[in-house]
């Protein structure tokens, strides 16, 4: 995931839930497979809606307490984050088209 910046249980909160506009936060882990295939289509989403949408990636091996704090049992999960709240879950590796038409109402 080149292009997407990380964010850790240590600024979670400042970068995800004082954000501004809305936030997708990408939970993943380097061992699973459906999230490598994810990691180039939201590139492409950030490069096609970085002026209304902020993509974050959290790696949940190495953070393990937001995942738990918002029940990420399974990855890849895409939550997005609006004025501090969870509005959307997106579980599981789907194509752009499918994302794209979940966050259509929020970016």
């Given at each position: 995931m080149g292009n997407i910046a990380a964010v850790t249980d240590d600024d979670f909160a400042e970068k995800v839930l004082g954000a501004?506009?809305?936030v997708l936060v990408d939970f993943w882990a380097s061992w699973c497979g459906p999230c490598r295939q994810l990691a180039?289509?939201?590139e492409e989403i950030q490069i096609e809606?970085?002026?209304k949408l902020t993509i974050l990636k959290m790696d949940a091996d190495a953070n393990p307490v937001?995942?738990?704090q918002y029940r990420v049992t399974g990855l890849p999960t895409m939550n997005l984050y609006v004025g501090g709240e969870v509005v959307k879950s997106i579980v599981g590796a789907k194509p752009k088209s499918?994302?794209?038409n979940d966050?259509?109402?929020f970016a």
């Open positions: 501004e506009g809305p180039p289509i939201l809606k970085g002026d937001t995942p738990a499918a994302i794209l966050l259509s109402e």
